[in-house]
């Protein structure tokens, strides 16, 4: 089971760099959580006619820690789309009938290892490495501060879908 | 219809970052609890017992808890009160059958407008609240909070209930997005 990482409440008089880490870690860890323990089909539940499944939400945020941590903060050109193509920008959330929670679960706990990294040593006022192809607007270049917000909340908005999800498929609810 | 708020600069300096950032959300939550009737903000998804009318209230009491009773020390009443239990401490996810959603949006944008007005009076995101934060059975285990863990405090509970909003939103009108 993935520990729950250290309550933001521990920081709260911390530097803007210690509290972004705080909540993005906290979160990072209540999101694996949310999917810990599901059987594949129960990973595929819906509440319909909302689309959206445990298992393309964790797909989701590996794709997402990956493009703005290991590829445009750390520079790593190598790192490509994991899931996604040309053919469909949205495959993250469209898995393939073969495709696994526990390879999925797997993926996203190695970029946010990978995200850590890329982050050690880079201010919250360093700019974004413009890298192709993922720079869709020319110029568009936001600071890492920008970028840990941004990350926090899309964690913690995707961790309210996780919320009402997991809750209908066994009743789990909270952190 | 509410008007989304702009989308967040991204080059700018911490205080205008989380200000930009948090106005984001409240104008998404705002959208999402708008253009509803009492009946539809009653609906529920799954086995959750969230609802938006409950969402609705439940982010104007957080408001004026975060804003004006810890960061500033204001004895400004609760919003919500149980009339069947005055001890409830979710008497805003516990409405009433009489309880209406326009209520609970005035409240809201209300308490939004006085969050505006407190911050805007703190020079400093190093300001503390007024009063120590915890547990109400150990009321003094987390100190006081900053401004700064304030602003990123309320951008997450704004956008984790916002990810509650999205799914009981598109199952009332098949809304989406922001």
């Known amino acids: 089971m993935t520990e729950l990482a250290a309550d933001p409440e521990l920081v709260p008089q911390a530097d803007e760099a210690t509290v972004l880490h705080s909540f993005l870690d906290y979160y990072r860890s209540v999101y694996l959580r949310k999917a810990e323990g599901l059987t594949e089909p129960q990973a595929r539940t819906?509440?319909?006619?909302?689309?959206?499944?445990?298992?393309?939400?964790?797909?989701?945020?590996?794709?997402?820690?990956?493009?703005w941590f290991r590829r445009r903060t750390g520079g790593d050109l190598s790192a490509g789309f994991i899931y996604c193509d040309d053919v469909d920008p949205d495959r993250d959330f469209h898995p393939a009938t073969g495709d696994t929670l526990v390879d999925a679960l797997r993926t996203l706990v190695a970029e946010i290892e990978a995200s850590r990294a890329a982050t050690a040593g880079v201010g919250p006022d360093d700019l974004m490495k413009g890298v192709p192809p993922q720079q869709r607007i020319p110029g568009w270049q936001p600071n890492l501060r920008w970028v840990m917000v941004h990350m926090i909340e899309e964690y913690a908005r995707h961790v309210g879908h996780l919320d009402l999800l997991r809750e209908r498929i066994d009743g789990a609810t909270g952190d | 219809m509410t008007e989304l708020a702009p989308l967040p600069t991204v080059t700018s300096a911490e205080r205008q970052t989380l200000e930009e950032f948090l106005d984001y959300f409240r104008s998404v939550f705002a959208r999402k609890v708008a253009g509803i009737d009492d009946t539809q903000a009653r609906v529920r998804v799954g086995a959750s017992d969230l609802d938006l009318l409950g969402l609705a209230r439940h982010m104007a009491g957080v408001e004026r808890w975060w804003f004006s009773q810890a960061l500033d020390g204001s004895d400004a009443p609760e919003l919500w009160v149980n009339p069947t239990d005055a001890d409830d401490a979710d008497a805003d996810f516990h409405h009433q059958p009489s309880d209406t959603i326009a209520e609970a949006?005035?409240?809201?944008?209300?308490?939004?407008?006085?969050?505006?007005?407190?911050v805007?009076?703190?020079?400093?995101?190093?300001?503390?609240?007024?009063?120590?934060?915890?547990?109400?059975?150990?009321?003094?285990?987390y100190g006081r909070r900053s401004l700064r863990w304030l602003l990123v405090h309320l951008i997450e509970e704004y956008a984790r209930h916002c990810g509650h909003a999205d799914l009981l939103r598109e199952t009332v009108d098949g809304v989406t997005g922001d």
């Open chain 2, 120 to 141: 805007a009076a703190h020079a400093s995101l190093d300001d503390v609240t007024a009063i120590d934060v915890g547990p109400p059975d150990n009321p003094a285990r």
């Open chain 1, 46 to 67: 819906t509440i319909e006619p909302s689309e959206l499944t445990v298992l393309g939400l964790i797909r989701h945020m590996a794709e997402v820690e990956r493009g």
């Open chain 2, 105 to 118: 949006t005035a409240a809201l944008h209300a308490a939004i407008t006085e969050s505006r007005r407190r």
